[in-house]
């Protein structure tokens, strides 16, 4: 969905899985793309925030154009009418896949999901917990099979990166690609 007279605007949700610094680099990126973000994180990726990063919850709120709270089920990304290009989880944690997959949701960020899976827009899904037991497998197996991108994000070193940075902006310049938005953040192979 990338023609001028389609909506460019994805859904980002924040799991309480390690690794919250993804989920905020994606919204500086999408930002830096132009992309309209709506914003909603779960009252554990708020807690992980705190313990990972000197984020404040209202920092990372303030690079979304929108933001939503949890318990807000009315909002608008709970419906399928309210169109988007897709939505990312990142991270994700294995609680939010499970209920995504079996679409039991339990709050705002998985519901949105799941408007996502039943609208068949892209949905990726960057697990975050290891290792993985057969459960967990077959529950992104299960995913898969209904849409999902299943997208650890899991570092390339062919790009020699130098500093943590350089790791965190491969992984979401290939969450990128997968949305089909053009960016310069994932090195290209031999190119």
Not at 15 to 26: E, K, M
Not at 145 to 157: D, K, Q, R, V
């Amino acid at each position: 969905m990338t023609d001028a007279g389609e909506t460019r605007r994805v859904v980002v949700g924040i799991s309480g899985a390690s690794g919250v610094i993804y989920g905020i680099r994606l919204l500086e990126a999408l930002r830096d793309c132009g992309i309209e973000t709506h914003l909603v994180m779960s009252r554990s990726a708020e807690i992980t925030l705190a313990h990972e990063t000197d984020y404040k919850v209202a920092q990372v709120r303030a690079l979304a154009d929108r933001w939503y709270q949890q318990a807000d089920i009315g909002a608008a990304i709970a419906s399928g009418s309210f169109r988007t290009m897709g939505m990312v989880v990142a991270p994700c944690s294995v609680r939010s896949m499970s209920e995504i997959a079996t679409g039991v949701t339990s709050g705002l960020l998985t519901r949105a999901a799941d408007v996502v899976l039943k609208e068949r827009r892209r949905l990726v899904l960057m697990v975050r917990e290891t290792p993985f037991h057969l459960g967990h497998l077959r529950t992104m197996a299960q995913l898969a099979e209904m849409g999902a991108i299943i997208a650890p994000p899991l570092p390339a070193f062919y790009p020699r990166p130098k500093e943590l940075e350089d790791l965190i902006d491969h992984s979401i310049g290939r969450v990128l690609d997968l949305l089909g938005i053009n960016n310069d953040l994932a090195h290209r192979w031999k190119e």
